[in-house]
């Protein structure tokens, strides 16, 4: 399978190309306007053939796909054009700018009908994946709520306090993963607290169409080197939480133990612990950017695969509009079924 691949900066050649090639992808072209970038994808990939422009590598000769991670107006612009020429689509997150971006990008996928695959990794994370199946099992019982919180630092906003970044590239993911665990949203309403210009605290209250309440907290104000991801979700007599994607703990119902001189852990009912073993020789990717990948290789191949396409991306940008229309208006947004 032959790719071509656009933007070549920090997430490109750090986390995909090299995860591409181990699924045994070809990248046959490349494209950085910027001359550090190409050189550094050009060793990633040295038998691509380089390009400043996009146009120009989408109408690169035998190519079965293209995968852009540039930024969102970017995105937005390249994926139709992409499309258009009947080449399926890996886009990085977020999906465009807007929804109405995301959603342009829809109508191109449905014209060329040609699959259009949203960086979402979240979905892929083992520790993530694990969570979210046992949720499903029945003995978990109906989804009662979501309580999470998920951090960055005010470092990229450095003499800049314009959120939109923030936004665009940090709270979109759990605009994916929140729905993602617990089924479609009605409405959101966003309080913030901002403490410094910079640092900003962001308080969603999301409703779930099946009734269950979930809460998360975002915000720019903890440090990038040190991990705050965490999640729970709530079933009966149940909940799997998951710690900075590297531990999942699924809790049930034990018996007491005070008064039984015999007390030991059951198999059935004491809480159960995963976490990835970085002892193994082998190049794991627990965050799930290979996980993802691969199914975008296969629905390439025409086959199906359980991955976040154009329409979750859609509907992604529609909460994120929504977030941000209720951090300005401080009401509760609806969200269309
Ligand atoms: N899923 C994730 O976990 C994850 C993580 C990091 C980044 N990302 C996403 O990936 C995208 C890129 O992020 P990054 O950190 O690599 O940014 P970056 O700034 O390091 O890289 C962007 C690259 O795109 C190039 N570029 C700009 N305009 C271009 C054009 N018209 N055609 C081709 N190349 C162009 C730039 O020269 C640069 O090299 C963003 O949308 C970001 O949100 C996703």
Redesign the pocket.
């Known amino acids: 399978m032959k790719l071509g691949w656009?933007?070549?900066?920090?997430?490109?050649s750090q986390?995909l190309l090299p995860k591409l090639a181990g699924l045994g992808a070809e990248i046959a072209a490349v494209?950085?306007?910027?001359p550090d970038?190409l050189s550094r994808g050009r060793l990633l990939a040295p038998a691509a053939t380089p390009y400043t422009r996009?146009r120009d590598l989408l109408a690169h000769p035998g190519l079965d796909a293209v995968g852009i991670?540039?930024?969102?107006a970017?995105?937005a612009e390249?994926a139709p054009l992409a499309l258009a020429r009947g080449l399926p689509v890996f886009i990085?997150?977020?999906p465009g700018a807007t929804a109405v971006q995301a959603e342009a990008i829809e109508a191109a996928a449905e014209r060329a009908r040609k699959p259009a695959v949203v960086?979402?990794?979240k979905r892929h994370a083992t520790a993530n994946r694990i969570a979210w199946n046992a949720t499903r099992q029945p003995e978990f019982g109906a989804l009662a709520g979501f309580l999470g919180h998920y951090m960055t630092a005010p470092t990229y906003f450095q003499g800049n306090p314009d959120y939109a970044g923030f936004y665009?590239?940090h709270c979109v993911?759990y605009l994916d993963l929140v729905p993602w665990l617990m089924g479609p949203l009605s409405g959101l309403r966003v309080r913030k607290h901002e403490t410094a210009p910079g640092r900003l605290l962001l308080h969603l209250d999301m409703d779930c169409r099946s009734g269950a309440l979930a809460t998360l907290a975002m915000g720019t104000l903890q440090s990038r080197g040190a991990p705050v991801e965490w999640w729970q979700v709530m079933g009966d007599h149940r909940r799997v939480e998951v710690r900075n994607v590297t531990e999942v703990r699924y809790v049930r119902d034990p018996a007491f133990k005070v008064d039984d001189p015999d007390a030991t852990l059951t198999e059935a009912a004491d809480t159960l612990v995963w976490e990835p073993n970085p002892t193994v020789a082998a190049d794991e990717d627990h965050k799930g950017y290979r996980a993802l990948l691969k199914g975008f290789l296969a629905r390439v191949r025409g086959e199906a695969a359980d991955v976040p396409e154009i329409g979750d991306g859609v509907r992604a940008m529609r909460r994120l509009d929504a977030m941000r229309r209720s951090i300005d208006t401080g009401d509760r947004v609806a969200l269309e079924a």
Request: glycine share 14%; with cysteine; hydrophobic share 45%.
């Open positions: 656009i933007g070549l900066g920090r997430h490109a986390m494209c950085d306007p910027a970038a996009a991670a540039v930024g969102p970017v995105h390249l990085e997150k977020p960086g979402f990794m665009l590239h993911h």
